[in-house]
């Protein structure tokens, strides 16, 4: 979401709204939760290795991210920059709402993110009670223009893998036709 903002050449970071530093936008992951219609899904899948064990991999944690945007004014013409530039971030986010293959990104390919991953960025309007809450969090810091997005499904894979030994051999028992059962 961040590389999609800074697109517009506007200056942001990930960060919480105190720290920010003299950036005009700042991202603040602010609450992650279990997805709810997700969390019932097929539970594990099923592969086989070189040498033919069968491995099982429980399936991952699917969470929903939930980031507040803040727009930060500075300078003299600080609150007509700070719309400018939380609009134009909104609007990035709007025309690129669901993310996909080459826009996800990880620093190890190996893991998180894959190509047939999907993200969907929505904007998550909230109350101001609610706002008011998630500020509270920061004593001392004036208020700022803030919107808040849901970013989901977000996927983080389990390290827990279950391997069984290849079957090496196999028993079949026949009974012969019209012979009884012992009781």
Do not use: C
């Not at 099923?46 to 491995?55: A, E, F, H, K, S």
């Not at 980031?67 to 013409?77: D, E, I, P, V």
């Amino acid at each position: 979401m961040l590389d999609l903002i800074k697109t517009t050449g506007i200056d942001a970071e990930l960060s919480s709204p105190k720290s920010a530093s003299p950036k005009r936008l700042t991202l603040f992951l602010y609450k992650v939760i279990e997805n709810a219609y997700l969390k019932n899904a097929e539970s594990s899948t099923q592969t086989t290795d070189l040498n033919g064990r069968v491995i099982e991999q429980q399936a991952p944690l699917t969470v929903d991210l939930y980031y507040l945007l803040t727009a930060h004014s500075h300078g003299a013409n600080g609150m007509f920059e700070a719309h400018k530039a939380l609009s134009r971030a909104m609007r990035v986010l709007y025309d690129n709402g669901i993310l996909r293959g080459s826009l996800l990104h990880t620093v190890d390919a190996t893991t998180g993110l894959t190509e047939k991953s999907v993200l969907r960025v929505t904007l998550n309007p909230i109350t101001m009670e609610d706002m008011t809450r998630i500020w509270s969090v920061f004593p001392d810091t004036p208020y700022e223009i803030s919107v808040t997005y849901l970013v989901t499904p977000v996927e983080i894979e389990s390290a827990r893998q279950l391997g069984t030994a290849p079957v090496v051999d196999q028993i079949h028992e026949q009974g012969q036709r019209g012979a009884e059962l012992p009781a």
